[in-house]
Every structure is written in C-alpha cells, then in structure tokens.
C-alpha cells in the first residue's frame, strides 16, 4: 500500500507540459491521365528438377577357379526345336473330262502330271473336240485332237525341257450335189507334229554367254512341210553396257514327200539382233538393230530398234513406245489354222488333183511406230491400250477360189499400211463378279479379203464360292469384203455371238460343265459361202484323282 502511494506522488511532481505540431495542409494536383497496370507475374515452376551427379560404377572384378562337383546326376542333351512349314494344299495327278452335246458330237480331255518336284516335272494332255451340222445342201464336219507331252529336269547348272507336240485337224464342208462319192475326197486334213528341246543357263558367270538356247523339228502331213529351227541368247556386259545378241536359223522345206507331184521348195532363213539398254533423263531405252536374211531372193533387211519406257507413276502408270521390226513366216500350218478350208495340193491327202496348184508362201514383214500405256487404276483394276501405225510387206489375205471341182481359199498378198489399236481392260468389281474386255480396230490403205476392222469380246465371269461358276461373254465379228481380187464382189455381213458357260462344283474331285454357245442363233457366213455352225451345246462331266 505503501509503495502505491509513492508511486503516485511521485507522478504528479514531475508532470511536464506537451506541445502539439503543427502540420499544414498538402496540396496535390494531377496534371496527366493515370493508367494502372499490373505487371505480369512469372509462374514459378510447381516440380522441382533434380540432377543427379552420382555415377555407378557396374565394373566387376572377379577370378576363375576351377572345382569339380563330383555330381552323379547327368543332365538330359536338348534336340534341335523343328519347324514345319505350312501344309501344301493337295494335288491331283490326272483329271478327265468328257462332254456331249446339240452339234458337238463329243469333247474330251485327259490330263496327268507328275508329283510335286525340286528337280523333275513330266505331264502329258490329250484334248479332243468334233461337232456335225448340215447347212442348207451341205454336210459339215470339224474335228481337232492335241496331244502335248512335256519334262523339265533341273540341275546346278541348266534347266532342260523336252515338249512334244501332235495336231491334227480335219474341215469337211461337203456339197451334197458334188460328184464326190466319198466325202474323204471332201475332207480337208492337217497333221502336224513339233519336237522340242530348249536349255536355260542358271549360271550368272561374267564368261557365260549362252543364256538359252532351243532346237526344234516340224512335221506337217508326212513330209509336206518341214521345219528346223535352232536359236540361241546370248548375253555380255561390255564396258557397264549390257549386250544383247539373237540368233536364228530357220530352214522350211515343202512337198519332199516320195510321192508328191511338185517340185520341192527349201528356204533358208537368218536373223540377227544384237540390242542393249541404256537409262538416261529417267527413261530406260533398249536400242538394237534387226537384220534378216532369206534364201527365196528376198532383199536383205536392216532395221533399227528402240524402245522407250517411262513410270510415270510408280507401279501405277507405265508408258512406252518406239520403232520394231518383226517378220513371221507364213507356213501351210499357220494358213490352215487361220482358215482349214483352203486348197490342199500336194499336202499328202485324198484329193481328186484337178488343175492343181500349191499355196505361196511369203514371210510378212512389218515395219512401225507404236505407243502403248499400262494403267492401274485401282484395286484389281487395270487398262491397257497401245497403238501402232507402219508398212505391212506380204499382208496374207483369202479369196475364194473355183478350182473344179473344190471350191476353196487361195491366199494373196498385198503391201498395205496398217493402223491397229488394242484396248484391255479387266476389272474385279467384288468377290463374286469380274470384268473383262478386248478390243481390236484395224484400218488399211487398201480392201482385203475377210478381215474385219473392228472385232470385240466382252466377259463378266462370276464365282459363287468356288462352288458354281457362271461365265457369259458377248463377242462381236465386224463385217468384211471378199472376193476383193475377182470380179463378184461381196460383203459378208456383221456376226454377233453370246455364249454362257455353267460349272458346278459338287466337290474337289468331281464337277460339271454347262457350255452354250452362239445362243442368238446366228447363221452368217464366216468365209463366203461358208456358213457358220449355228447354236450348238455342250454337257459334260469331270473327275480328278
């Protein structure tokens, strides 16, 4: 209590006096606008980075000892693991097919090859077909039977393969009021038998030259015609530059049979073709020439050749183009496989010789420009087109010919320039349907016999499941002149043709076949005065084992 009032006395001695400052007012004027702002702040980076400086060291340092464990045990040696390629589907060796029909008298084939082989492959096909048909006071009848035998041995260094070949064709086309007794004296026939051997070179060798080469003879109806032919490829690289050379011997002998009444005619022939292929700009040319010699006093032929191809767009669009010499020979088998009908002396058959006259035979040469294109437009869709203009020396064309008492072909030539444009278009649409077509146009300077300018076929097969096949195809037969050279003019008259084609699958070995053709019934003639076979059908059945 005490000390409290001291406290308070001593408070109130020393109490002193206080002044108050005087602060006057501050005046501030603004002479210009304000404009806040606020500036931008950095965002600090949420996760921290760490960097780490330690280093492992992962060297191990370590002795080998050598200690046997003196174990009974015997572990088990692991075989090689095997792997099985994927199963191959099952062949069958041999299929036969036999068929009948409204004017097909009968229609075969048998086929057989040999098993599966790395070294060794044979075969042998037997084809036969006949139809009869009687146009108005005619007997008509045609046959062909093919047999085809081949092997093919393979071996380190060469692929040899043997082909034999037999074909025989008859044309009878009869007139009933003919003095003829026996219609043999009517029958056209042709028999022709080709031996073949060719050896492909698998040896890649800098010094190996040959790559093939293929020898074959010819028979047509017992030594009425003979061919022997011997050809070889032949292959170097020359200064980077890759050198090309053809060769090939031809010798064409006719009428060399015993008992023939003409004279014999033996032809020689040479061709020569050396070419390389060189890249420049893009573009892949193969350059070469052709020569060509004869033995009948036919010039001696040079020709150069060149090919220019271009991919535009790769695997899309291919376009090329050039010059090219080709010569072919005619020959009485590729005249008689044209047109079976023509006249036949001296081929070895019975025939009443009246007047007779053996066929010329020329070797058409043909000289031209051509540009072709391939196109893949899509997905199982292509286009091909080409087309070619040039000189056509010895053009083969027929004419009819009244030789009594045969009323048959006689082959002419003529020197003509030629226009010919292809078109090939093929398209799978689905699974089920396709589509194919094939044009060809050709024009000439000059009217010939029985070729037309513009023939067509048109096709859209479909499959349903493999189990029954349908194929319908429309062709057309443009229109042509005949008798161009005689005097009785006339015109042969357009031929359309619609075929369908049925094929059931009843299993993998046995199946049947279903064939219409020319279902509009067309009658036209094919060759003057020569009527085509009209609507005819054929069924038949087929078996694989």
Known sequence: MKNKIFLISMCLLFVSNVKAQDIKATEVRVTEQFVPSVPEASKLNEQATFSDTIKVDKSQKYTVSEHSLKADYKTRPLKAAKVKTETISKLYNSKVFFGTGYRIGSKATIMHNSNRSKDLNYGVLLNHFSNKYKPEGFQAKNSKNTLHLYGKKINAKHILIANLDYDRRTALYWDKSSTFEEEKFSNNRFAYTKFTVSAISKENASNKMIRNVTFFVSDLNEM???????????????????????????DYLNYNNKDSKYESINVKSLHFSPSTSITKFGIDF??????????????????PQLKATKELVKDILLVYGGIRHSEQRHTIKSLSDENPYIHSYGTNQSIVVNNGFVQQLETIDTDELYLAMRNVLGKDEVFNGSIAYGNVRNFAYFDLLDNIPYNRFVVNYIEVWQLHANVNYDRKINNIISLSINADYYNWNEEVSHKPNLTFDISAPINLRDKIKVKPTFSYFGKRNSAVSQPDFKELPVQFHFNLGLQYNYSKILSAYLQFNNLNGSNKELWRNYQEIGFNGVFGLSYSF
């Open 286 to 303: 193969d350059i070469g020439v052709e020569l060509h010699y004869l033995s009948d006093n036919t010039p001696f032929e040079f020709f």
């Open 224 to 250: 009425s015609e003979n061919q022997i032919h011997l050809s070889a490829d032949l292959e170097k690289e020359v200064n980077g530059l890759p050198i090309n050379l053809e060769v090939e011997l031809n």
